[in-house]
């Protein structure tokens, strides 16, 4: 574990709470407009559409996509279920920039600058670098570097992502830690040869999520959060 | 001007003082290894390599090549003239590493913790991605998003690099500001779109430096450094 220099971070769910920050946030901006809608259901039905979305891009059906333009679209798709189908389009792109504007854990911002102190710390998100840049900006996250699937023009868990990171940073992948609260990001990581680590986020999908509570094989870090994360890692 | 949402910088020479940096860091430790050297004449070569390799690359001669393979290929040319042929591989990696632990300018930090408070500031270098991700570690660079010419596998002042950058961004060019202490690459930027901002460093080269004084066109900033482009910016 001497060994690793940087930390490559998931970012939606791992750092920052995206369903409940989309219900806060457009539950304000709602509230101010007299607009009624389930928020975090429209929240979770949004995000059911990015793994599906992304596949298509993963084989090719469609050409290289940004994820705003992934979010617009399926947005687009359900705002007449929602009922908001009469906004117009400034409001669909502030809607749709929500994603920009997600509010991390409680633990990351303490987690990350100790991590900051020791580690070079990156992203590595299928966001797209404007989104990530807008929300580290947004969320004061620290990071020293931003890796997007825009910067590879591949989707994780593709392994050009992964192995893309480390070869940008110089390292070889045993140097290259992510840390993820998902099992299947790091299985595809671990797979690549990068070190892993893993910390929960069991309210991530909501207070019934029944996926990724627990790690699913033996990480090199198990951690409960962030700052447990830098604990366990000496810093 | 009230347009502009984000501001790149170049680095060699705009941010760091890559001479004097190489001068002080190899003249420490060729000091404590009793190897004399005039580091500075061979900061100056070595310098003087970078435009012509950069040449061959952008002219599609050679490969897309990173500038850390370019500095160990001009490095290993100079040897011999500086009597240093005799250094093993790890002094070699150590000596071509040094382009990853420059100083910055006086003002730099200042100016940029105080831009960075309104603005997204980032790099827009031919540095590569390690180069860049360890010097700003070295000099404590607060950067929101890093961009080189290995992003876009171009180097400046090739137009995919100002472009690049502002399509990650999701910025037009005209909401981008590129700042430079070298009229070429602001009139480059220029001519694709981008805002600029000129400040002098007067002895990037040494004391006897001739060029870049001074503005050579009607920038849209001229500051005397990054403190007084923080002023003029508002912030």
Not at 26 to 48: K, S, V
Not at 157 to 169: E, I, K, N, S, V
Request: hydrophobic share 45%; glycine share 6%.
């Amino acid at each position: 574990m001497t060994q690793v220099q940087a930390l490559v971070f998931d970012v939606f769910g791992t750092v920052v709470d995206w369903r409940g920050s989309i219900a806060a946030d457009l539950g304000a901006w709602g509230a101010q407009r007299g607009i009624a809608c389930d928020w975090a259901a429209l929240a979770d039905d949004w995000r059911a559409r990015y793994q599906p979305q992304m596949q298509r891009v993963r084989s090719g059906a469609v050409p290289w996509t940004v994820l705003d333009a992934l979010h617009r679209e399926a947005l687009e798709e359900l705002l007449p279920k929602y009922g908001l189908q009469h906004l117009d389009e400034a409001d669909r792109c502030h809607l749709n920039r929500v994603w920009h504007r997600l509010n991390p854990w409680a633990d990351v911002r303490e987690g990350l600058r100790r991590l900051k102190s020791r580690y070079v710390i990156g992203t590595l998100s299928n966001g797209n670098v404007a989104l990530l840049v807008n929300m580290a900006k947004h969320a004061d996250l620290p990071w020293d570097v931003v890796f997007s699937a825009e910067t590879f023009h591949a989707y994780k868990p593709l392994p050009q992502t992964y192995l893309g990171a480390a070869h940008m940073l110089d390292l070889r992948p045993g140097e290259l830690m992510l840390c993820a609260a998902h099992n299947d990001d790091l299985a595809a990581a671990r797979a690549q040869g990068l070190r892993t680590a893993f910390m929960p986020r069991p309210t991530e999908y909501g207070p019934s999520q029944t996926k990724n509570l627990g790690p699913e094989q033996d990480w090199d870090v198990v951690a409960s959060d962030f700052v447990d994360l830098a604990q366990r890692l000496g810093v």
